[in-house]
């Protein structure tokens, strides 16, 4: 922190980490970020984390990539090999005409070969640029991005029953609410400046109902705190149900009005008595009742889900349940209610948005309608492409496996670290025999690349991002690119030119300005009014209209207008523990550090504090295994092993153990299971039978 002598000017932008979107100040002096402040954005009023203010960094970090770079001819084996700080044996400098040339080659022409990962760290116009490219540039849909990864389960749940992949409500409506549900996230570490609404909600008499099988930091706020067995939520949610039925607590006037299916809802519910469900989900059915009885009393309530609901095989059901929970309560579509899925990345739903999505284009307008194609190979003026739905992020690995995919294009995403089984993903990535990454370091996946692009990071670009609120931001440079390192936007535009299309476009408002045309909701939002407002929120009513804070007061976007119950049975974790597996793993976010590690890690600061990759069990667990919280322990599971220093911890239960997914030298991924839920395909990261050991034992 500083004076006004301490830099030359100021910039406005967004924090490129997590999904709550502040608004940050740049101060920049002699051409660097010298600090930074929070900002008087809408969902944060000046507030910053410890990452929005300290993890900035990172963008003057010496690893960062200056120059495009192409894997020598006499290069190793492709794998996890690379130096960041010395990758001559592997790569040689290029021009960019040369590196762009060997890009295109390696792509052009090749159709249902290709496949494309964007990013959530991408702007909006950077993502559509993306996703139009592969479609435009090769006849399909198989691009994708980390929203698979994260709640794409979600996304399916909430499309499926209340016809928009959105948050009801923004996460800041909590404080016109009596009662709150956060379930299966952890806001305290992962989206901070939100867990400060949170907090000072339960501080003025709110009861905030905290529902997670690890001890999560806003159990200190909580009115109610439900350390259920981990897989066991649809259990423990529908006995929540039943009570509320079985009472006739719901909403009669608002079901009538505003839904359907609730009679099969209803009879449903009938089987999950607390009593029955005590014993399955860990928690006492009065305190259910109590639950129950609190949520449904509520004058306006609001449920905050994350990723532990998300990341199951059972997620699209978990999610169900939380719909049907403030359907029948009537507990949407006015100030203080509503569904909000915290999401992850800072750009995770503009990416969605834009189309970076194998099943749907911009707006989640379905590749399968013929309609809807014409209206985006009109305006793109290009041919037709595939009305199947393209594999997504998990299925494009298999793929590749099946020979079928031989060439990727990667622009910021982190497959070699963040895809479950990840070994299986950096065997796919070894296997291809054209790789393109773009990329602002040369991350775990461009060690398997035959192209490295030098992109930009976000405080060296415009572009617009929107944030879990549905809250669109003007994101602004500060400081130029390191060396030769472009702009993303335009390295996309250079590579499509190359591979056949006749794209124009000067800059990212261009972009914007074409995206306008088939997302209705981005009506009356335009780049102009971003420049001059720096956020408006989707979706707005009107060229002076701030946006919708609360949506569906008046019905939902479905055929009929009405939601819908959509009963969820009792699914169980994919991978039962067992005798050579006897624990639980679960993977997540630390407050320090953002995702695959790549920015964090190379954060002073932040990597100051959490330097040393690490999970957390129960000190009871530990002194079972006889190792001292700092000493080694292996996790095995049917995947393979790592070894990581041991912490202890009283929130986490005696048969789980807690593993950050941020560190190489542990990769968590290495030992998650890639079993994926049916609807929104989005693996089981949060469940995986384990064996935990004295690393000192052979
Ligand atoms: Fe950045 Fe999220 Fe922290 Fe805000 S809460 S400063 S968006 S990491």
Redesign the pocket.
């Known amino acids: 922190r500083g004076d006004s002598a301490d830099f030359d000017r100021e910039v406005q932008s967004v924090?490129p980490?997590?999904g709550?979107?502040?608004q940050i100040s740049l101060k920049v002096k002699d051409g660097r970020v010298k600090f930074v402040e929070g900002a008087p954005g809408p969902a944060?009023e000046n507030r910053?984390?410890v990452?929005?203010?300290f993890g900035f960094d990172y963008i003057h970090h010496p690893h960062r990539l200056m120059r495009p770079l192409i894997r020598r001819e006499d290069a190793p084996a492709k794998g996890l090999n690379v130096d960041p700080g010395n990758w001559q044996e592997v790569f040689r400098e290029a021009g960019w005409d040369e590196a762009l040339d060997a890009a295109a080659a390696g792509l052009k022409g090749r159709g249902r070969e290709v496949a494309g990962f964007g990013s959530a760290k991408c702007t909006n116009e950077e993502a559509y640029l993306f996703q139009k490219f592969i479609r435009q540039g090769f006849g399909h849909n198989n691009v994708d991005h980390c929203t698979r990864l994260c709640h794409a389960s979600s996304v399916a749940a909430l499309l499926e029953n209340v016809g928009s992949g959105a948050v009801t409500a923004t996460f800041n409506e909590i404080e016109n609410a009596d009662v709150a549900i956060v379930i299966g996230a952890n806001p305290v570490e992962n989206?901070?400046?939100?867990a400060t609404y949170f907090k000072q909600f339960a501080k003025r008499g709110g009861k905030l109902i905290v529902m997670d099988p690890r001890g999560v930091g806003l159990r200190r706020f909580a009115s109610h705190m439900l350390q259920f067995r981990p897989g066991a939520d649809v259990s423990m949610l529908n006995a929540i149900m039943n009570v509320i039925v079985e009472e006739g607590l719901y909403d009669r006037q608002y079901i009538e009005a505003f839904t359907e299916n609730w009679e099969a809802e209803k009879a449903h519910l009938a089987r999950f008595s607390p009593e029955d469900m005590a014993p399955v989900c860990g928690i006492d059915a009065a305190v259910l009742r109590d639950v129950a009885r609190t949520f449904a009393g509520a004058k306006s309530a609001m449920i905050f889900w994350g990723m532990g609901v998300s990341q199951h095989v059972h997620g699209t059901d978990n999610s169900r349940c939380l719909i049907s929970l403030a359907l029948m309560c009537g507990q949407v579509g006015r100030p203080g209610t509503g569904l909000h899925p915290l999401r992850g990345q800072?750009n995770v739903q503009g990416a969605s948005d834009a189309g970076l999505i194998p099943m749907f284009l911009p707006d989640y307008q379905s590749v399968t309608d013929d309609g809807v194609r014409s209206a985006f190979t009109e305006v793109w003026q290009s041919d037709d492409f595939s009305a199947e739905a393209g594999l997504t992020v998990t299925e494009i690995m298999d793929d590749v496996h099946a020979g079928n995919i031989r060439a990727m294009y990667v622009l910021g995403e982190n497959p070699a670290m963040s895809d479950p089984d990840v070994d299986h993903a950096r065997a796919a990535l070894a296997r291809l025999d054209h790789l393109v990454v773009q990329d602002i370091f040369l991350t775990e996946t461009a060690n398997y690349a035959d192209v490295i692009l030098p992109a930009s990071a976000f405080a060296e670009k415009s572009g617009t991002v929107t944030n879990t609120n549905r809250q669109v931001q003007m994101g602004r440079p500060a400081v130029a690119p390191p060396g030769e390192a472009r702009e993303d936007w335009r390295i996309v535009v250079d590579l499509a030119r190359r591979c056949g299309l006749s794209w124009s476009y000067d800059s990212p408002a261009d972009v914007f300005a074409e995206m306008k045309l088939n997302m209705p909701s981005l009506d009356n939002i335009s780049w102009d009014r971003l420049e001059r407002e720096n956020v408006v929120t989707y979706p707005s009513l009107s060229p002076e209209d701030p946006g919708q804070a609360i949506v569906f007061a008046d019905g939902f976007p479905r055929d009929g207008g009405r939601a819908r119950f959509t009963p969820a049975s009792i699914v169980p974790p994919d991978e039962a523990p067992d005798a050579d597996y006897p624990m639980i793993l679960t993977t997540g976010r630390q407050l320090e550090h953002w995702h695959t590690g790549s920015m964090t890690r190379r954060s002073a600061v932040l990597d100051a504090v959490e330097p040393e990759a690490n999970c957390s069990l129960h000190p009871s667990t530990l002194r079972k295994l006889g190792v001292e919280p700092g000493g080694m322990l292996r996790l095995t599971t049917r995947r393979g092993s790592v070894e990581v220093m041991a912490r202890a911890d009283r929130a986490v239960a005696p048969d789980m153990v807690f593993l950050p997914f941020a560190y190489v030298e542990a990769a968590a991924n290495i030992l998650t299971n890639p079993a994926l839920d049916p609807y929104g395909k989005i693996p089981e990261f949060k469940f995986s039978a384990v064996r935990v050991e004295d690393a000192r034992r052979p």
């Open positions: 924090c980490f997590c709550v979107g502040c944060n910053l984390c990452k929005g203010r989206h901070p400046v939100a800072n």
